[in-house]
């Protein structure tokens, strides 16, 4: 089993959709959680932390549910800009460890 | 302020030669990772190096190296070069006080193309 899965993509949905990508994770240990965000060909930014206790940052909503080792991310009103590849990360250590990466899942937001 | 950054932005390389890659870290950021991302996949980590000694290493093989000089930038130098070496190389800084979870600031990396 990898230690970072997600939903496969890509997504290609309609501006002002709802879309929701999944992630679960192997290491019952691990410590934190991101979504990062990386367009075409550029490097992956960091779009918002996942607490156990859920957090929203504007139209993005990141949950996690530790029993089942789950974490998803939620966009509302999908925008054009909002198309790039979304990569659940995890750090399976306390303190600034490596970094573990999803593959990524794709979204293709379309006017 | 200026964000990580990393040289060359591309590179083309045939099969046996070497490759050093270069990373300069936000200023104040005394940790540097380094991650290989091939096309189609998720970045992997291959080295962190944290006030220069090495911290961690990834599942790369010994033709992969890396230090962290002083200032603490860093190179990352790969020997040998294969056709699967091709990927885009990230470098990532972070203040990276020991014990504390730490946000990564990614580069915008190095495109290296094997033939």
């Known amino acids: 089993r990898k230690e970072v899965e997600q939903d496969p993509g890509p997504f290609n949905v309609p501006e002002g959709a709802t879309v929701a990508f999944n992630c679960t994770y192997s290491?019952?240990?691990?410590?934190?959680f991101f979504w990062y965000r990386q367009d075409c060909r550029k490097e992956p930014k960091l779009l918002m932390s996942?607490?156990?206790s859920g957090n929203e940052d504007g139209r993005f909503t990141a949950q996690l549910n530790r029993a089942s080792q789950y974490i998803s991310l939620l966009i509302r009103d999908s925008k054009l800009s909002d198309s790039a590849t979304y990569l659940c990360?995890?750090?399976?250590?306390?303190?600034?460890?490596?970094?573990?990466f999803g593959k990524g899942t794709r979204l293709s937001v379309i006017a | 302020d200026a964000g990580v950054t990393q040289s060359p932005t591309h590179l083309i390389k045939t099969r046996g030669q070497h490759v050093t890659l270069r990373c300069s870290p936000i200023?104040?950021?005394?940790?540097v990772s380094w991650y290989q991302q091939v096309l189609g996949q998720g970045p992997q980590f291959i080295f962190q190096?944290?006030?220069?000694?090495?911290?961690g290493r990834g599942n790369f093989p010994d033709r992969f190296s890396a230090r962290q000089f002083p200032n603490y930038s860093s190179e990352l130098n790969v020997n040998a070069l294969l056709l699967g070496d091709s990927a885009l190389y990230l470098c990532a800084s972070s203040l990276a006080a020991s014990g504390v979870i730490d946000t990564q600031y990614f580069g915008p990396g190095t495109r290296l193309t094997v033939l």
């Open positions: 996942v607490y156990s």
């Open positions: 290491n019952s240990a691990s410590q934190s």
């Open positions: 190096y944290y006030e220069k000694e090495e911290r």
């Open positions: 200023s104040g950021h005394k940790s």
């Open positions: 990360v995890v750090n399976p250590y306390s303190g600034n460890t490596p970094l573990v």
